[in-house]
Every structure is written in structure tokens, then in C-alpha cells.
């Protein structure tokens, strides 16, 4: 009999004590509606943070492949409208030896321009960029710039100037030429390629001349060998 008894005063006791539990539900619900909040829109924004990585050490995936920090789609490589290059080196220099990427991705060539320079001249960001890369590659000096829209150029034989991580302007300094002797056949020169990163294809090694935009000088390359000296065509520029 008493057992029954506890059972009937739990059941009337229970809606009792749940309705301040309900009340301030609702209360919570309420004021959090009112306020038009919910608890992803109450949380505070993420900020990111992050140091300029030091000379030889490579950005992190997102900045090595954007060139840019930014999220706005506005200022995105997708829609960024393309800058046109300059050359890297003042004045303009002598093209000692041109494009000639070979008929394979594997094929030997050169995957580049070489650019008569003297050991110390500047060398100059031809566009907007950031220094992605500034470290030694095999003995050599090399800095790669990334630019909007999945494109990197690179320069070597260089002394860097600048730590990886740093933005440049087109026309700002960012290293210098080293005099690294054996690649142009004795001369002091500065190797400048150029690589455009696509969805298809994957590296995809440019022309850095065909950056220019309205260049087109005709020009004599310097021979590989004394006796293929080539005929230069009338008007051309002999270098």
C-alpha cells in the first residue's frame, strides 16, 4: 500500500518539477531566437595567422598555390585580370639562349631563357608576386616568384635578396645575380623559366619571353657550337 502510494505522488510530482525545466528552455530558445543567433553564428570569427617562412623553406600548399593569402573571389587567380610582364634585368638584356623545351615532357632541353647579366646586377620581379622559394638547388641560387592565375617564374644563379614569404611589386629587387660559372659557356647570365600549374596537364613550362607582351624584336641566338653560326634574316637583331 505505501509502495503505491510512492508511485502515485511521483507521477503528480513530476510534471511539477519539469515545468521550470520547460520554462527556461522556452526562455533560452526565445532569447536566442530574438537576437537571431545560433550557436555557429554566435562563435567568433577563425583569424589566421601566419610568419613569412625563412630563405629555403617553401610556403605552405595554399599560399604556394594561389600566390595569395586572400579569399576573396573577386581578387582570386580565376578572375584576376592578367598583368603584363617586364623584363627582369635593366637595361634590357642580350638573350643568349632561347626556349627550346624539347618534343616530350621528358626530353631533354632548355626549359628557359639565359640572359646576359653581370655577377651582382639586381634582378627585378616582372610583375606582382610573392617570393615562394628563395633557397640552393643543386649548388645553384634560386628564387621563385609565384604570381595570380597558378604561374611561378624562376631564377637562378641568384643571391637572394629578400626571405620566402615576401609580396613584391613588378620592378622591385629580390636578389641578384650570382657568378656560377659552367652554365653559359663562360659568360655570366641569368637562367629565367617560367611555369603555369593547370587542372589537365599539371606543370606546364612557358616561354618567359611570350610573358612580355609586344616584344617581338626578331632576334639571332648566340650558337652553341663556332661552326653553326646561323644566317641572320635582314633586319634582325644580332646578338
Known sequence: MRAIRTRTATRLLLPVLGLPVLCLSILGLTVLGGAGLSPAAAAPPATVTGRA???????????????????????????????????????????????????????????????????????????????????????????????PGGLRTTYEPVRATLPSGTAVRAGTAFARVDAVPGHCRGATCLHWGAIRRTVSAGDVYLDPLGLLGGWAIPVVLLPLEPWSLPVPPPGALSL
Open 53 to 147: 617562412a625563412p630563405s629555403g623553406e617553401a610556403l605552405p600548399v595554399a599560399l604556394a598555390t594561389t600566390g595569395t593569402a586572400s579569399a576573396d573571389p573577386a581578387g582570386s587567380p580565376a578572375t584576376a585580370a592578367p598583368e603584363r610582364f617586364s623584363w627582369p634585368l635593366r637595361p634590357r638584356p642580350r638573350v643568349l639562349r632561347g626556349f627550346a623545351p624539347g618534343p616530350y615532357r621528358w626530353s631533354a632541353g632548355h626549359r628557359g631563357v639565359d640572359l646576359r647579366a653581370g655577377a651582382g646586377v639586381d634582378v627585378l620581379a616582372p610583375a606582382a608576386g610573392t617570393v615562394g622559394f628563395s633557397g640552393v638547388v643543386a649548388g645553384r641560387g634560386v628564387t621563385v616568384l609565384l604570381h
